[in-house]
């Protein structure tokens, strides 16, 4: 069974910076392209990075371009979102999704298998 975890959320304040982590179990993560998504309430999950088994493709929802950074480690199973520049638009809920078509980064919800319980990410002063 294949888990995902998120952690590394919480509250910040405009033009900050924080890590997002997601740590993949029961399978070894350079089995899934991922992808970070995030959802605010009444509105539906949108994209917004996501990065190829072996790293070698890296795709950025528009908004966030420059300002966030996706890695990931596969000899610990883990994924990040490097957030930087925070602004209060970018306040949701944090997911992770795994993604079994390795080779490419696709950017909608249909292609995800897997996904994480989520975490909160605030930009408030």
């Known amino acids: 069974q294949v888990h995902l975890k998120e952690s590394g959320g919480g509250l910040v304040q405009p033009g900050g910076s924080l890590t997002l982590s997601c740590e993949v179990s029961?399978?070894?993560?350079?089995?899934?392209?991922m992808a970070w998504f995030r959802q605010t309430p009444g509105k539906e999950r949108v994209f917004v990075a996501g990065?190829?088994?072996?790293?070698?493709?890296?795709n950025y929802d528009a908004p966030v371009k420059g300002r966030f950074t996706i890695s990931r480690d596969n000899t610990k199973n883990t994924v990040f979102l490097q957030m930087t520049s925070l602004k209060p638009e970018d306040t949701a809920v944090y997911y992770c999704?795994?993604?079994?078509?390795?080779?490419?980064?696709?950017?909608?919800?249909?292609?995800?298998?897997?996904w994480g319980q989520g975490t909160q990410v605030t930009v408030s002063s």
């Open positions: 029961g399978r070894n993560l350079s089995s899934f392209a």
């Open positions: 990065i190829n088994w072996i790293s070698s493709v890296r």
């Open positions: 999704a795994a993604d079994s078509t390795v080779y490419r980064v696709r950017d909608s919800i249909r292609y995800f298998d897997y």
